[in-house]
């Protein structure tokens, strides 16, 4: 697959090299209490899912963990460390993605919010089968280290 192409610039006609690029985005495991926060996604791929989304430009990975996590928990998170970055360029069907997860720790009561349809809480041994993305692999990785 082709990476470069060229478009014209719309002023003077110049040919302009243009590269395409996987997408950062950020997940959040949250724990809260003695659970896991997952939202119940509003928008295609249906399923549960980590907190998360993409980082905005000018934005660090942590300040878009803790953004993502309030938009569509309504929790405020600690950060408590970086735990992987997932790279497969299908685990997004919506384009090529790059996620750091991070742990977190959530404050507050979880409310749906942003592109959330729903938030649940998880026992980390029995979560949802229905996972978006490749969200059921990363939880296997963490509760492989975990627990």
């Not at 002023?11 to 090299?17: D, F, N, V």
């Not at 069907?93 to 977190?104: D, E, G, K, L, N």
Request: some cysteine; proline content about 7%.
């Amino acid at each position: 697959m082709s990476t470069k192409g060229v478009i014209k610039c719309p002023r003077c006609g110049a040919e302009i090299e243009t590269f395409k690029n996987p997408v950062p985005t950020v997940d959040i495991i949250i724990e809260w209490q003695d659970k896991i926060v997952l939202i119940q996604r509003r928008n295609p791929p249906y399923g549960w899912a980590i907190p998360g989304g993409f980082v905005d430009y000018g934005e660090s990975l942590e300040e878009a963990a803790v953004r993502e996590a309030r938009e569509e928990t309504g929790l405020e998170v600690d950060l408590i460390r970086q735990f992987h970055t997932y790279s497969d360029p299908h685990r997004d069907p919506r384009q090529h993605t790059i996620t750091t997860v991070y742990i977190a720790r959530g404050h507050g009561t979880p409310k749906a919010g942003d592109d959330a349809r729903g938030v649940g809480l998880f026992s980390p041994h029995d979560l949802p089968q229905d996972m978006a993305f490749d969200h059921a692999q990363i939880l296997r990785d963490y509760l492989e280290r975990r627990y």
